[in-house]
C-alpha cells in the first residue's frame, strides 16, 4: 500500500537536494514533487536537519506547533534559490531517528494538499496531532506477525460486524481489548473475545489462560472467529483496513482521536505501514460463536478443586470445526443483533 500519492518516502527525494554547502541560517530548497504539487518543498539546513516547506496562501493563517517531540512547525518568510518568495509553514526533523515518520507525515500532508479539502495549516495540524498521539504512547519496534493478525481481525471486527450495526463511533467505544480488558470488545450484556488463525486445517484457535472464555458478571461472550490466508495477490492489508476506519471517523475529531489512541495503545505505529503492508491477507472463512457451557474451552470451573497451585499460566488450542451448532452468524451480512 502506498501510504502516499505524493511519496516522500525513501532517500531518493531527499537526494535532489545535491550537495550544496549550507551556511547560518539558510536553507538548501527543492521541489518535493515537481509537477504535482508546486507548494511543496523539501530543505535542508546547516545542521543538516531535514526540512518540509508549504507555501501559504494569502487567506491561510500562521501556524506554529513545539509540542510535538522531534518535529517543531514554525510559520517563516522565505525567499531564495529553488523555491518562490513569500510565507512558508516550516516542518523541521529535529530527530534522525525519526526521518522515515517525517516522510509519512509529509505523504499524509500532500495527500490532504492534493485532495484540496483543508487549507494548509489545518492539513498540517491534524496530521500533527494525530502523529503526536503515537509518538507519546507507542515504543517504535514493530509488531509481530502474530499480533498484526490479532490487529487485524479486531479491526476486520469492528469495521465489517459491529459498525454495520451501530454508529462506527459506539462501536468504537466497545472496543476495550487496548485498554486491558478481559474481553477484546466490551458493552453493556455482551462481550466479544476476537481471534485470527492461519492455519489450513480450520478454525483452530489459540486461548491466553483460563479467564479469557469467562463470560462477563453479567451478560454474555461470544468468539469471532476470523480465518485468513497470506497471498501476494490479496487486497487486504493491515494499513489498508485501519486507514477505511480512520476515513469512517474522519468527520468526527472525538471518534478520530479515539480510534488512534487505540491503535497506538494496542501497539501499532503507522511508521512501520511499509513493513505491515507488505502481509496481504486473503478472508478464507469468519464466523461469530456463542460461547456456552459445551464449547471447547477451559475455565475456572473446569477444575473440581479449582485451577492447581502454582499453576501461572494456561494456554491450549480450541477447534470450532465441530461446534457449527453454536454459530450464530456465519459472515456480517447476516441477521443478529449485537
Known sequence: MEVGRVSLMGAETWQRLGTGQVRGDTLLVRRAAPGQLDRLFIGMDAQ??????????????DLDDQQTRGVRVITRELSGDGHEPGRYLDLACQD????????????????????????????????IGKWRRFWGQVPRSMLSTSEQLGLFAEMWFLKTWLATRVPFADALKRWRGPLGSRHDFEWQGRSVEVKATM???GAIHRINGVDQLEPPDRGELFLFSLRVREEAGAENTLPLLIRLCQQAVADDPDAASMLDSRLAQAGYSPAHD?????LHLRVAGEGLYRVTTDFPRVVPSSFVAGVPEGVERIEYEVNLGAFNRLRVAERSSDPFVL
Open 274 to 278: 511499509c513493513e505491515y503492508a507488505k
Open 199 to 201: 492455519s489450513t486445517r
Open 96 to 127: 534522525p531517528s525519526g526521518h522515515p515518520a517525517f516522510d509519512l507525515i509529509g505523504g499524509e500532508i500532500a495527500d490532504r494538499l492534493l485532495a484540496n479539502n483543508d487549507a494548509a495549516p489545518i492539513a498540517v495540524s491534524k496530521v
Open 48 to 61: 543538516a536537519q531535514r526540512h518540509i516547506l508549504i507555501k501559504l496562501l494569502d487567506s491561510d493563517s
